[in-house]
């Protein structure tokens, strides 16, 4: 652990540290544009901070933590590009078991993971079935994922089961969230969005309601421990209200925040 590390984890309450943590990993193109190297350089290079992350939150006993890596728009790019993208997915699963197993990290996917190439589909379901009895971190990979994509699955969905019955209840949040992919999980209660980009770009965008959002300008590849422990530690600064309820005081605003839960 640097210095820079020890300071800020001393800063951190770990009592009170989100549940549910969100990332938007951007910046590898423009991490290895600064280098002239081939992009993919950079999305080789951010699966090292996806795995510091990844144990980070895990040993800080975080509920969950969705990393956004492919989304439906992603298709846009070059064949060459979403081809290295797949590969590297394939390659990241399988080298990276052992360290879900040690941390008993239980994984699951986010997105339309139908379309993807069959190779990539069995590597997927070979990864949520061998970690599916750990009892650790949830870790989300948003996959072919898109926000309003996901909101009209679900729909389709509530559709599906309301077919044919003759008295079909009207639709509400706990309704639509049940059929969510996140079902089961908390809202993310911190949403990081790495190099700068002030958007949300399709992700989570019925979970994130009332996520704590922290914008660095540090690319992805560069987005180390210190980075992330920064954000938790930003995180705890700010006053989370809930329709005018602090966070910790009771009342309906905040017994609804999370659908569900």
Known sequence: MTAEEAQLLEKLDLNRLPRHVAVIMDGNGRWAQQRHLPRVAGHSSGTKTARSTIETCARLKIEALTLYAFSVENWRRP???????????????????????????????????DELPKGVQDDVRDAMERTAGNKGMVLCVALNYGGRAEIVDAMNAILADQNGNAGRAPITEETLTRHMYTSGLP????????????????????????????????????????????????????????GGIREGQAGPEKSARVVGE
């Open 79 to 113: 064949k060459s590009e979403i081809d290295f993208l797949m590969q590297l997915l394939r390659e990241y699963l399988r080298k990276e078991m052992p360290l879900l197993q040690k941390n008993h990290i239980r994984m699951r996917f986010l997105g339309r993971t």
């Open 187 to 242: 809202d993310p209660d911190l949403l990081i969005r790495t190099s700068g980009e002030m958007r949300v770009s399709n992700f989570l965008l019925w979970q994130i309601a009332y996520a704590e959002i922290f914008v660095t300008e540090t690319l992805w590849p560069d987005f180390n421990r210190a980075r992330l422990l920064e954000a938790l530690v930003e995180y705890q600064k700010r006053e989370r209200r809930y």
